[in-house]
């Protein structure tokens, strides 16, 4: 939860807001409340992190008798997968959603990363009738943080997409994430986002 903390970024749109969050703030600091409790709150007042964050799990080579090798629609190509069951619940409470790329070609794919997450990750949701970048990959600050990793042919790479701060409303979004490799976008199957109020009031407002 504390890295959840650390890359929450926050839409004020009014001095109530503001109140109410200093208010929760003060409560966590004299311990009336966890800071779970402190989040959920923050997250109801509405806001959402900007950061898209997809954390490598690991690479492993295909194996064509597995069910989720079955599972894929195309058996060929570069392939951005998000299974039927996606929602990933750490012990912890945090969540996930869960992907693979395969790498069902003749070449090596070099894979851009920004220390063990996979850099170019970005999500959008549906919001007034188009598609909105919501979510991409902050730069790190260290240089040193990026490198790049090869993807053989007939590899694959599970990749867990952070989605805790817009999976725990009842307001149900369109959700698509995205890949960026160089000039190449990858673009997922569409998973739902599970908004309060508060944040599509907070994310649409913003595209006026």
Request: hydrophobic share 40%; with cysteine.
């Amino acid at each position: 939860m504390k890295q959840l903390y650390a890359t929450l970024l926050f839409f004020w749109t009014t001095g109530t807001v503001w109140a109410q969050a200093d208010s929760l703030q003060r409560q966590m600091e004299r311990g009336e409340i966890t800071g779970e409790e402190w989040y959920l709150g923050v997250l109801k007042l509405g806001q959402v992190s900007d950061d898209a964050k997809g954390w490598v799990q690991y690479d492993d080579q295909v194996d064509v008798n597995s069910k989720l090798f079955k599972s894929l629609k195309k058996k060929s190509g570069l392939i951005f997968h998000i299974p039927a069951k996606y929602q990933v619940i750490k012990t912890n409470g945090n969540r996930y959603i869960q992907a693979y790329l395969f790498n069902l070609t003749d070449s090596t794919l070099n894979l851009p990363r920004m220390d063990a997450t996979l850099d170019g990750i970005e999500s959008e949701l549906y919001l007034n009738n188009t598609w909105v970048k919501v979510k991409e990959n902050r730069a790190a600050t260290c240089g040193n943080s990026y490198w790049t990793q090869k993807l053989e042919p007939n590899e694959y790479l599970s990749i867990q997409i952070e989605n805790h701060d817009i999976a725990l409303g009842k307001v149900k979004v369109r959700q698509k994430i995205k890949l960026k490799l160089g000039d190449l976008v990858l673009e997922s199957r569409e998973v739902k986002a599970l908004l309060f109020p508060n944040q599509l009031k907070s994310l649409t407002e913003k595209l006026n």
